[in-house]
């Protein structure tokens, strides 16, 4: 048998812990987290828009009105923010993806579509660096048969580049 720095519970972490039969007696139960408490929970591990916690919290069995009151608190706090929901999705992935990816990304995240259009707007001027970016860490050289190109205009597309993009970094029409 090992014997580990810690104590081992049966069935991991979500296992409720056990009365203790010395000292006062049985512990209380514990009570089931509000849902505001479930909101925050989510916001502490990263950004949520609006729509994603309304939708988390719903499906995990809570009213309409109480998510709908949890979430207009938070948001008063400043807690829930579109924006920086943007912000953080932008920053994390738009040296991997291409307009067309990121805008279906935020669309997914219940995001308005206003600011989604502004977003896309402010990163058009960007998006051949970052193809020609992703492109060099990928493959590096430019290919030489026609079933090369198209794997790496695949492999373009793939990620939410246009097509006139890719076919000019494929193509090698980038320049430095």
């Known amino acids: 048998m090992v014997n580990w720095p810690f104590k081992v519970v049966q069935g991991g972490g979500n296992a409720q812990p056990q009365a203790s039969t010395q000292g006062r007696g049985k512990a209380p139960p514990l009570a089931a987290p509000t ?3 479930r909101a925050v929970s989510l916001l502490a591990q990263r950004e949520h828009s609006r729509q ?17 009151q949890a979430l207009a608190q938070l948001e008063a706090k400043g807690l829930i923010d579109d924006t920086r929901v943007v912000e ?4 994390r992935r738009s040296s991997k993806l291409g307009a067309s990816r990121l805008r ?6 219940g ?5 989604v259009a502004q977003t896309m707007a402010d990163l058009k001027g960007t998006e ?9 860490k990928k493959f590096g050289q430019l ?11 695949r492999f373009l597309a793939s990620r939410g580049f246009s097509g006139d993009v890719v076919r000019q970094v494929v193509a090698g029409c980038v320049e430095d």
């Open 35 to 37: 849902v505001k408490a």
């Open 52 to 68: 994603e916690l309304s939708d988390k919290l719903t499906a995990a069995d809570a009213s309409p009105d109480e998510v709908e």
């Open 88 to 91: 953080t999705l932008v920053n």
């Open 104 to 109: 279906q990304e935020l669309q997914a995240k």
């Open 111 to 115: 995001v308005s579509a206003d600011m």
């Open 128 to 136: 051949l660096a970052r193809a020609q970016g992703v492109w060099q």
């Open 143 to 153: 290919a030489s048969s026609a079933a090369e190109r198209n794997k790496q205009a």
